[in-house]
Each structure stands twice: as C-alpha cells, then as structure tokens.
C-alpha cells in the first residue's frame, strides 16, 4: 500500500524553525520527485518546493526562497523541508507528494502530483 506520512508541524514563534519529515512506505521514494505543498485556511493549496530524484535538483516558491531547503535521504525513504526565519503567513497543513511525471523534473502545480500524505499542521505565532 502506498502511503505518505508527514511529522514534524507544530507551533513556533515567527523567527522560528522547524523540519518536516515525508517519510514513504510501499514503494521506493528514490524513484519520483516529491514535492512539498501547503493550505492554508481559506486559500488554495499552493506549491512550497519540490526535489528531483537523481541529482536531487530543488525548486522553491519565490515566498519561501532563501528561507526553506528541502532534501532527501533516499536509504531512509524521507525527503525533509527544513523552514527557518518563519512567518505568520507560513502558517497552513504541510503536505508532501509524488510528482506524477518523469523524476528528473518536477514543478509546484499540485494538479501534477498522484499520491499525497494527510498533513501536518504547521501554526507560526507569538
């Protein structure tokens, strides 16, 4: 059964950091790029990052460039966004993906991703 698990959300102060983990079973996550999503309340879910398989090429949205770095870790079927100097406007779910084309790419539209995992809540406040 192919699944995907986010962990690692939680509250932190604007400022603050935290690491999501995306962590795959049924299937090897070496062989797709992923992506990382997010909601937020009221809003549509939009594009955050994404990783391509081989030489693990990233992608970032212009909002969290600079700020987000993905990664993965293919022995441990896990691929990380770690986010620091967050903001209030990072907060939403955090949700990771299988990017449905060829794992040598990969792009920030949703519409393009098969698989997804259930989220994690991600609150930046003081």
């Known amino acids: 059964q192919v699944q995907l698990v986010e962990s690692g959300g939680g509250l932190v102060q604007p400022g603050g950091s935290l690491r999501l983990s995306c962590v795959a079973s049924?299937?090897?996550?070496?062989?797709?790029?992923i992506g990382w999503f997010r909601q937020a309340p009221g809003k549509e879910r939009e594009g955050v990052s994404c990783?391509?398989?081989?030489?693990?090429?990233?992608y970032y949205a212009d909002s969290v460039k600079g700020r987000f770095t993905i990664s993965r870790d293919n022995a441990k079927n896990t691929v990380y966004l770690q986010m620091d100097s967050l903001k209030p406007e990072d907060t939403a779910v955090y949700y990771c993906?299988?990017?449905?084309?060829?794992?040598?790419?990969?792009?920030?539209?949703?519409?393009?991703?098969?698989?997804w995992g259930q989220g994690t809540r991600v609150t930046v406040s003081s």
């Open positions: 993906a299988t990017y449905r084309g060829h794992g040598s790419s990969c792009n920030l539209d949703p519409n393009e991703y098969d698989y």
């Open positions: 049924g299937f090897t996550l070496g062989y797709f790029a």
């Open positions: 990783i391509r398989t081989s030489i693990g090429t990233t």
